[in-house]
């Protein structure tokens, strides 16, 4: 049966290719351009043999698929010569036959009950053929027959030893199970910059006593005047490296790309290796001097950062004497302000302490302190997000974005990131911190192992971190006070 569709189409395609030669006629025989008219004309004719083009091939296409869609449903079943399934009944169907293939079933398994055995074993054959083809074209069909085909024995079953052995396992590679880590939350909010090319140390240069003004108490009076005094802050460029050796007849036999996985995992700890730097390098054998590092006093220096302890482990909460954020957070917060001059852009703490402010954060009336953002806060401390966060931020605190963050130490001890049981909180003005990073390279070294068929994959790059730019913008809180909460 032909397409009358296609047909049409054809036929216009025919009628506007004579009209395009029609134009080119004139011209060619003239030795001539076309004119503004006939070049107007011929675009439009083109436009439409175009459109046309593209409509005769989708129909062609869709005939050759009809057509081999026919072919397929006439054709015979490889095994059983002769036979054709068409229009006719099925074997077994709710209407219009008489056959059971429960009776049959039984008339296989249980012969001697009278059944007509060898009938029963045909239908089922004949039965067996149909759903073949059916599973052909109907892809509902297909995965039943599958299904049915791997739960249809019962003994040689599944158990190693009594046919297991056959049925393969299967393993879904493409979902395996990562190392958990926390990410590089600390690290990503700083101020992020590229690691210049050629360098082992970076220099800021720091006014540390700058000029001064003052009232001239006269006409021609002596006018202020003061030198400043000048000094640097200094990042070196220090080196994370990791690698992992593989077999090579792993990374060839194996389904997923082994390299990839390899490369994931090992980037993955980079990215916690160089967040734990940020916040807790000691600044010694190759580490950055990350922020909780650098010296702490309750009456900070200019290269020292303000530390207020908190010694009351009871949850008091908003105004309440030495509790952690009567004595802790507010006035870390205050210090920023009035020593950096300007505001803190973040609190940065452990989850466990801001899950721990969730819990316990209630006033004297049994209202919390902390409000699910939904539920439109009012007269409240801080807010939470609308849904669970275990990194970055999670909520807000004095207007203040609240950062989580597993890789904050909970071993800190008053004045020092590592000693005791205890977290903190960081208020912290984040841009004035510098990372400076070089791009994180990988490669893959065969030669190394080869003489015992292994590839060894190596990560690593540079980066510089300068936290001491300006310490007066970093305050941190901790003391007894943030011990290990129950919940």
Same mark, same amino acid.
């Given at each position: 049966?032909?397409?009358?569709?296609?047909?049409?189409?054809?036929?216009?395609?025919?009628?506007?290719?004579?009209?395009?030669?029609?134009?080119?006629?004139?011209?060619?025989?003239?030795?001539?351009?076309?004119?503004?008219?006939?070049?107007?004309?011929?675009?439009?004719?083109?436009?439409?043999?175009?459109?046309?083009?593209?409509?005769?091939?989708?129909?062609?296409?869709?005939?050759?698929?009809?057509?081999?869609?026919?072919?397929?449903?006439?054709?015979?079943?490889?095994?059983?010569?002769?036979?054709?399934?068409?229009?006719? #009944?099925?074997?077994?169907?709710?209407?219009?036959? !008489?056959?059971?293939?429960?009776?049959?079933?039984?008339?296989?398994?249980?012969?001697?009950?009278?059944?007509?055995?060898?009938?029963?074993?045909?239908?089922?054959?004949?039965?067996?053929?149909?759903?073949?083809?059916?599973?052909?074209?109907?892809?509902?069909?297909?995965?039943?027959?599958?299904?049915?085909?791997?739960?249809?024995?019962?003994?040689?079953?599944?158990?190693?030893?009594?046919?297991?052995?056959?049925?393969?396992?299967?393993?879904?590679?493409?979902?395996?199970?990562?190392?958990?880590?926390?990410?590089?939350?600390?690290?990503?909010?700083?101020?992020?910059?590229?690691?210049?090319?050629?360098?082992?140390?970076?220099?800021?240069?720091?006014?540390? !006593?700058?000029?001064?003004?003052?009232?001239?108490?006269?006409?021609?009076?002596?006018?202020?005047?003061?030198?400043?005094?000048?000094?640097?802050?200094?990042?070196?460029?220090?080196?994370?490296?990791?690698?992992?050796?593989?077999?090579?007849?792993?990374?060839?036999?194996?389904?997923?790309?082994?390299?990839?996985?390899?490369?994931?995992?090992?980037?993955?700890?980079?990215?916690?290796?160089?967040?734990?730097?940020?916040?807790?390098?000691?600044?010694?054998?190759?580490?950055?001097?990350?922020?909780?590092?650098?010296?702490?006093?309750?009456?900070?220096?200019?290269?020292?950062?303000?530390?207020?302890?908190?010694?009351?482990?009871?949850?008091?909460?908003?105004?309440?004497?030495?509790?952690? +954020?009567?004595?802790?957070?507010? #006035?870390?917060?205050?210090?920023?302000?009035?020593?950096?001059?300007?505001? #803190? !852009?973040?609190?940065?703490?452990?989850?466990?302490?801001?899950?721990?402010?969730?819990?316990?954060?209630?006033?004297?009336?049994?209202?919390?302190?902390?409000?699910?953002?939904?539920?439109?806060?009012?007269?409240?401390?801080?807010?939470?997000?609308?849904?669970?966060?275990?990194?970055?931020?999670?909520?807000? +605190?004095?207007?203040?974005?609240?950062?989580?963050?597993?890789?904050?130490?909970?071993?800190?001890?008053?004045?020092?990131?590592?000693?005791?049981?205890?977290?903190?909180?960081?208020?912290?003005?984040?841009?004035?911190?510098?990372?400076?990073?070089?791009?994180?390279?990988?490669?893959?070294?065969?030669?190394?192992?080869?003489?015992?068929?292994?590839?060894?994959?190596?990560?690593?790059?540079?980066?510089?971190?300068?936290?001491?730019?300006?310490?007066?913008?970093?305050?941190?809180?901790?003391?007894?006070?943030?011990?290990?909460?129950?919940?």
């Amino acid at each position: 049966m032909g397409n009358p569709v296609l047909d049409a189409a054809r036929t216009k395609r025919t009628k506007h290719m004579s009209k395009l030669d029609g134009i080119l006629a004139p011209a060619t025989a003239e030795s001539r351009s076309l004119t503004d008219d006939e070049t107007t004309e011929f675009e439009a004719l083109s436009a439409k043999i175009t459109k046309l083009d593209a409509e005769i091939e989708l129909h062609e296409a869709h005939d050759v698929r009809m057509a081999a869609a026919e072919l397929a449903s006439a054709t015979i079943v490889a095994d059983a010569p002769g036979v054709i399934v068409r229009s006719e #009944p099925k074997t077994y169907a709710q209407f219009g036959t !008489t056959n059971s293939y429960l009776r049959d079933l039984a008339a296989i398994q249980v012969p001697q009950a009278g059944f007509d055995a060898e009938g029963a074993q045909e239908r089922m054959a004949r039965h067996a053929r149909e759903i073949e083809v059916e599973a052909r074209r109907d892809s509902t069909v297909a995965a039943r027959w599958r299904e049915a085909g791997l739960e249809a024995r019962t003994n040689p079953n599944t158990t190693a030893g009594t046919g297991g052995e056959f049925v393969p396992p299967l393993w879904m590679v493409n979902s395996y199970i990562p190392a958990f880590r926390p990410g590089r939350v600390f690290a990503n909010r700083i101020n992020n910059q590229p690691l210049p090319p050629g360098i082992d140390v970076i220099n800021i240069p720091k006014i540390l !006593t700058g000029s001064t003004t003052a009232i001239q108490t006269a006409n021609a009076a002596s006018v202020s005047s003061t030198d400043i005094t000048t000094s640097t802050v200094s990042g070196s460029v220090n080196t994370i490296a990791g690698q992992q050796d593989i077999s090579l007849q792993l990374l060839e036999q194996s389904p997923i790309s082994m390299d990839g996985v390899v490369f994931q995992d090992l980037a993955a700890d980079y990215d916690q290796r160089l967040d734990l730097q940020v916040i807790s390098g000691t600044g010694a054998s190759g580490q950055h001097l990350g922020v909780l590092s650098i010296t702490q006093s309750a009456t900070p220096t200019a290269a020292q950062v303000y530390y207020a302890s908190v010694v009351n482990a009871t949850p008091k909460f908003y105004g309440a004497a030495n509790s952690q +954020l009567g004595t802790g957070v507010i #006035p870390a917060v205050n210090n920023i302000e009035t020593t950096r001059y300007a505001p #803190p !852009t973040a609190l940065w703490t452990h989850p466990r302490r801001v899950n721990w402010w969730l819990a316990a954060g209630y006033d004297s009336n049994s209202r919390p302190l902390f409000v699910q953002s939904e539920n439109s806060p009012w007269n409240a401390v801080g807010n939470a997000e609308n849904a669970p966060s275990a990194q970055g931020v999670c909520g807000s +605190l004095f207007g203040l974005p609240v950062v989580k963050n597993a890789n904050f130490p909970t071993t800190m001890l008053a004045g020092a990131p590592t000693g005791g049981t205890q977290d903190g909180v960081v208020a912290i003005k984040e841009d004035d911190v510098y990372l400076f990073e070089g791009q994180l390279k990988m490669r893959a070294l065969p030669e190394i192992l080869s003489g015992t068929l292994q590839v060894r994959f190596q990560v690593y790059a540079y980066s510089a971190l300068i936290a001491t730019r300006a310490p007066s913008g970093i305050a941190v809180t901790s003391g007894t006070g943030f011990a290990a909460p129950t919940f």
